[in-house]
């Protein structure tokens, strides 16, 4: 089974920019389907962000508004998400997923790593 | 994009008990529908997927069924690991996935 381990800040000023990473082991990102990441404001449900398939191939939440980009980068087996011009409305628990099969289910989860932004 | 409506929001039961929770979408998905379990700090796990289907490693007292707009799923001889909130999911729509808004479990 394939292990997911986000990372990143904890904190971020409104208006700069959000950067994660999630280190995938058990498995080579360059061997399956889509691979995305879902956050959940605290308290409240999940929200699809993005995806990105192991050519390269990405889609994105429309409610971002174009300011989230997710990458992969083979040599190191992880992914990254960067969210610019971040507001309050950002804070969350982000969880990087993979999505399998015909069904498109989350079928592997990180553990989730909690973002706050303030001032 | 597609609405997912869960019901009820929230439900106390007893171990022991057989629950029932509903999923309903705003358009007809098929059986493009995944159900997870979701407990407190943790990342939600996959219980169902394809409406009916029993994720590896989930116990068999978890079952799922429809079709079209409306799901459910249901949990019989609950156990106390049981309590938790889950979500449905739906990939119909894809990349446009949506999460319905939870149903959270707790112990009468």
């Known amino acids: 089974q394939v292990q997911l381990q986000e990372s990143g800040p904890g904190l971020v000023k409104p208006s700069e920019t959000l950067s994660l990473t999630c280190a995938v082991s058990?498995?080579?990102?360059?061997?399956?389907?889509?691979w995305t990441w879902v956050r959940q404001p605290p308290g409240k449900g999940l929200e699809w962000v993005a995806e990105i398939f192991h050519s390269g191939n990405t889609n994105y939440n429309p409610s971002l508004r174009s300011r989230a980009t997710i990458s992969i980068d083979r040599s190191k087996n992880q992914l990254s998400l960067r969210l610019r011009s971040v507001t309050a409305a950002d804070t969350a628990v982000y969880y990087c997923?993979?999505?399998?099969?015909?069904?498109?289910?989350?079928?592997?989860w990180g553990q989730g790593t909690l973002v706050t932004v303030s001032s | 994009d597609i609405q997912m409506t869960q019901s009820p929001s929230s439900l106390s039961a007893s171990v022991g008990d057989r629950v029932t929770i509903t999923c309903r979408t705003s358009?007809?998905?098929?059986?493009?529908l995944n159900w997870y379990q979701q407990k407190p700090g943790k990342a939600p796990q996959l219980l169902i997927y394809a409406a009916s289907n029993l994720q590896t490693g989930v116990p068999s007292r978890f079952s799922g069924s429809g079709s079209g707009t409306d799901f459910t799923l249901t949990i019989s001889n609950l156990q106390p690991e049981d309590f938790a909130t889950f979500y449905c999911q739906q990939s119909y729509s894809s990349p446009r996935y949506s999460f319905g808004q939870g149903t959270k479990l707790e112990i009468k």
């Open positions: 997923a993979r999505l399998q099969g015909d069904y498109l289910y989350f079928d592997d």
């Open positions: 058990g498995d080579s990102i360059s061997s399956s389907d889509w």
């Open positions: 358009q007809t998905i098929s059986n493009y």
